[in-house]
């Protein structure tokens, strides 16, 4: 990408997922019934502040009617990368996969140790912004 002021299109975001995804091997996609899907726009913690916004790259998703299924926010991606490399972008993109990808393999596996990481990063964001725990 050589003018840092122009993020890729979604098409380009999907094609760099798609070279992400064929790098997996295919048992982790399976029960991913809804697969990975690239969403346009940008999602916000519930708990994100206005002068600190905390983004939502990616969610994995799964119930008994849409079944399990990875979600990556453009938007997202753009509002946070907008003036990075490709190669940065690609990076943050295969990580936020990965990610998704732990929760779906620990979901199968009926563990929830990445989201007791994630709880405990999302506690350490509360402490540094002074936020109260929702009840």
């Given at each position: 990408?050589?003018?840092?002021d122009?993020?890729?299109?979604?098409?380009?975001?999907?094609?760099?997922?798609?070279?992400?995804?064929?790098?997996?091997?295919?048992?982790?996609?399976?029960?991913?019934?809804?697969?990975?899907?690239?969403?346009?726009?940008?999602?916000?913690?519930?708990?994100?502040?206005?002068e600190?916004?905390?983004?939502?790259?990616?969610?994995?998703?799964?119930?008994?009617?849409?079944?399990?299924?990875?979600?990556?926010?453009?938007?997202?991606?753009?509002?946070?990368?907008?003036?990075?490399?490709?190669?940065?972008?690609?990076?943050?993109?295969?990580?936020?996969?990965?990610?998704?990808?732990?929760?779906?393999?620990e979901?199968?596996?009926?563990e929830?140790?990445?989201?007791?990481d994630?709880?405990?990063?999302?506690?350490?964001?509360?402490r540094?912004?002074?936020?109260?725990?929702?009840?």
């Open positions: 990408m050589a003018d840092t122009t993020f890729p299109s979604m098409e380009a975001i999907r094609d760099m997922l798609d070279d992400i995804q064929e790098d997996l091997p295919p048992i982790l996609f399976e029960e991913l019934n809804g697969g990975v899907l690239l969403l346009p726009e940008h999602k916000l913690h519930p708990e994100s502040r206005k600190d916004k905390l983004y939502i790259k990616g969610e994995y998703h799964r119930s008994r009617t849409l079944g399990r299924q990875i979600i990556i926010y453009y938007g997202t991606f753009k509002k946070l990368y907008e003036t990075k490399s490709e190669k940065k972008i690609y990076k943050e993109l295969k990580k936020t996969l990965h990610h998704e990808f732990v929760h779906h393999i979901s199968l596996g009926g929830i140790d990445l989201e007791i994630d709880a405990i990063r999302l506690e350490a964001y509360r540094k912004k002074r936020i109260k725990k929702e009840e």
